[in-house]
């Protein structure tokens, strides 16, 4: 596989909830190192497009690569699966997902939570892995919480433990589903720092955002999604400095 493939790449990509469809046609191009936002309305299909590039959800149409390779289906139409299980597993672990509502598992120690994928489904040594915990939750700021429980910190620092979480995978990009709605103002700002400073370390992202500022600084590329549909994409300068369509337009004002 060349070294030049994107990190990955979804092309064409259609996906219907029964009869409704959401996706009508989605291309999304992240290379190594890009940051790439995707916004828009709530119900846009935003979360959708994460959540079929991280293969939890199927599509009926279109090809998803992970650096250069394509997931390979098996049926058609909504019968339409991923072939490989192997495969499957590859793209998961290489594609950690942080969510709105951060998924920690509440009985499990914020260390615990950390290394736990990483020794059951790496296979990782689990004096390295606890190490490794350390250190990552040492990059979030929160190096003191390993021993508490998710319910005995604030939603900032739950949010930086997923992350922390995710980091411990090693993975080849980071996925975001609004990182920073499920949060106060107060709060959302420590988590912005830490997506801002993974950004600046070159990681590969795709963020789903509400918060425009963010978008702004970090990414290398916005999206903005209108009904299953990239209706306007550029650079962040372009996209909110020179917005051509009415509908990113009307979609800025109403965001400030
Ligand atoms: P966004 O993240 O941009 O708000 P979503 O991807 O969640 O948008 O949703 C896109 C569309 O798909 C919406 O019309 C939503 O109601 C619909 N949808 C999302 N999830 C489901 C589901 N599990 N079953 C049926 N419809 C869904
Ligand atoms: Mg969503």
Not at 92 to 106: D, E, G, I, P
Not at 138 to 157: E, F, N, T
Not at 205 to 221: F, G, N, P, Q, R
Request: hydrophobic share 40%; charged share 25%.
């Amino acid at each position: 596989m060349p070294d030049t493939a994107p990190v990955l790449e979804i092309r064409d990509l259609h996906k219907a909830y029964h009869d409704l469809e959401v996706i009508k046609g989605v291309d999304i191009t992240a290379h190594r190192g890009d940051v790439v936002s995707l916004i828009g309305s709530s119900g846009s299909g935003k979360s959708t497009i994460l959540r079929c590039a991280n293969l939890l959800e199927n599509s009926q149409q279109g090809e998803i690569l992970f650096k250069g390779e394509p997931i390979t289906w098996k049926g058609n139409g909504h019968d339409r699966l991923p072939a490989d299980p192997k495969q499957v597993l590859r793209i998961r672990t290489n594609l950690s997902m942080v969510f709105q509502q951060f998924n920690l598992w509440s009985h499990m120690t914020i260390l615990q939570n950390v290394m736990e994928a990483p020794v059951t489904v790496l296979g990782r040594d689990k004096a390295e892995a606890e190490e490794a915990a350390h250190a990552y939750l040492d990059k979030v700021g929160i190096r003191d919480k390993h021993d508490v429980y998710p319910a005995q910190l604030s939603g900032g620092q739950q949010q930086r433990a997923a992350i922390a979480r995710a980091l411990a995978m090693e993975p080849e990009a980071l996925l975001f589903d609004e990182p920073t709605s499920a949060l106060d103002p107060e709060l959302e700002q420590e988590v912005v720092r830490v997506i801002k400073s993974l950004a600046e370390e070159g990681r590969t992202m795709l963020i789903v955002t509400h918060d425009m500022k963010m978008a702004s600084d970090v990414s290398d590329k916005v999206i903005f999604l209108h009904q299953g549909l990239v209706e306007e994409q550029g650079s962040p300068d372009e996209l909110f400095g020179n917005p051509k369509s009415e509908r990113l337009k009307g979609f800025l004002s109403s965001t400030v």
